[in-house]
């Protein structure tokens, strides 16, 4: 794996994120289609693409392996638009409690998802 790392690391931080953002693109229809789009598939992306993040940030690999599996990965594979847009459809569908509770599930879960992430590197 050293090999793999030294060669990642003569590559250009866009070549490293283009990588990575595509196998987060696919990795992130993947679960839409598992789920059939909506709500719960962006949850679940937003979610598990902390727990992810969180656990790239924790195991602090080299700057190239950070760059391809935190930006490319899992700014790929996570949505924070579709998010958005759920939340403002609900506002302006006249459904605030809608609204609020799925930004506070989301944020809430989110958190949880990093810190999940983080502690299990430190379990390794």
Known sequence: MNGA???AGHLPPAVLVGLGGSAGALAR???DTA????RRATLA???????ALGAVVAASPPAAVATALGT???????TFSSF?????????DGRPDD???Y???TLGTALVGVAVGTALIGAV
């Not at 958005?84 to 302006?92: L, N």
């Open 5 to 7: 790392v030294t060669a």
């Open 29 to 31: 229809y993947g679960v």
């Open 35 to 38: 789920f059939g789009g909506g």
């Open 45 to 51: 992306v937003n979610v598990a693409g902390s727990v």
């Open 72 to 78: 490319g990965f899992c700014g790929a594979f996570t």
């Open 84 to 92: 958005a847009v759920a939340v403002a459809e609900d506002t302006r």
């Open 99 to 101: 609204a609020v509770r």
């Open 103 to 105: 930004a506070a599930v």
